[in-house]
């Protein structure tokens, strides 16, 4: 079993940054892939961005491209999310995911969840 827990989340007004991290505990040596998604509520779990575990390469919704960046330490089995000129639509909670497969930009194929961090862009 992999465990997460993110951390990072807050109140921010537009334009500000916010950086959120997930710490991975466990089996990660398991971990071939990780994933931020975001979910507001009735809306379906939305994907933002994942990062190859080994190689670092990375992909991104189109809505934060050039806004967000994915990065990870290995050494920490940490995972980042650093989110610049943040806009109120990125109002949402934000979930940490880890797969032991290939990259994918689809929620329902990561088995493990952190408990999510709310983030807030006030305008």
């Known amino acids: 079993q992999v465990q997460l827990v993110e951390s990072g989340g807050g109140l921010v007004q537009a334009g500000g940054s916010l950086r959120l991290s997930c710490a991975a505990s466990?089996?990660?040596?398991?971990?071939?892939?990780m994933g931020w998604f975001r979910q507001v509520p009735g809306k379906e779990r939305e994907f933002v961005a994942a990062?190859?575990?080994?190689?670092?390469?990375?992909r991104y919704a189109d809505s934060v491209k050039g806004r967000f960046t994915i990065s990870r330490d290995n050494t920490k089995n940490t995972v980042y999310l650093q989110m610049n000129s943040l806009k109120p639509e990125d109002t949402a909670v934000y979930y940490c995911a880890a797969r032991s497969d290939f990259l994918s930009t689809t929620w329902s194929t990561y088995p493990y969840w952190g408990q999510g961090t709310q983030v807030t862009v006030s305008s």
């Open positions: 990062i190859r575990w080994s190689i670092g390469n990375t």
């Open positions: 466990g089996r990660t040596f398991s971990i071939n892939a």
